[in-house]
């Protein structure tokens, strides 16, 4: 029977908040003449219930929160499994000659090279340009890579969005690259696409396609990321003169 002389220890009451996962497990390390009632677990409420200790002495208390659920979400996505992604980073290119599709990147598409780690053991390049990079590798068996010259718009390609396309029909044309014109109408709103080959045959689309709202099929809300990209000179690093470095922030999603 309980004793009411007996002086009831004192009872430290943690409060967790109002939003707590449903299947949160709450790992309490206490003092070794402490002692801690069991934790519950939430199930409908949207608080969960504030585990209580009843210590004689308060050493120590160090709460760890493994939240399983919520990390599992950090993990893949908070909507339907997807990944937690924020932008594209970058496309990797394998091709023939790094040095000719380097001249192509930089001289027909206007990205600009960046430097690449020194740790890689293989040949490659990097630039960076539109708010993405191209990574280009060197192919370990360039005699084997297939050659493709019917330019085909329904093969796998990167499209970039041009302000005149009039002007980029004319530079291809200045270049001698060989293009194909497409055009596209939906609910009256025309969209001209141009597509040509880069050195190795990887089809690249210039296009006025943000003339074609994006409509969400799922009713879910589309994000739209820009980065905004500044050039700055760089001083000699190292006995080394990098031109340029290249500063990316991230705007505010609409």
Known sequence: MHDPRQV???????????????YVHVYVQLASDCRSSSTSKRTSSALLSAPRF???QLVLVSL???VEKQRRREMLGAKGGALPLASLNHISIVCRS?????????????FLPIRRPGSFKFDGAWLFNYGIGIHL???EDPEKMPRKREINPKDNHISFQ???LALVEKKLKEMVIPYIQNRVEEGGIYVDQLFFHDPDGFMIEICNCENLPVISLSGEPI???????SFTP?????????????HVKEEPCA
Request: hydrophobic share 35%.
């Open 8 to 22: 009831a220890p004192p009872v430290v009451v943690l409060d967790w908040g109002e939003e707590v996962d449903p």
């Open 54 to 56: 009843h210590c004689s």
């Open 64 to 66: 760890h929160l493994i």
């Open 98 to 110: 790094v040095e000719t599709s380097l001249d192509f990147y930089q001289n027909v598409l206007g």
């Open 137 to 139: 590798l060197q192919s």
């Open 162 to 164: 041009c302000e005149s």
């Open 223 to 229: 994000m739209a990321c820009k980065r905004v990209v």
């Open 234 to 246: 760089q001083q000699q690093q190292q006995q080394q003169y990098l031109p340029q470095a290249i």
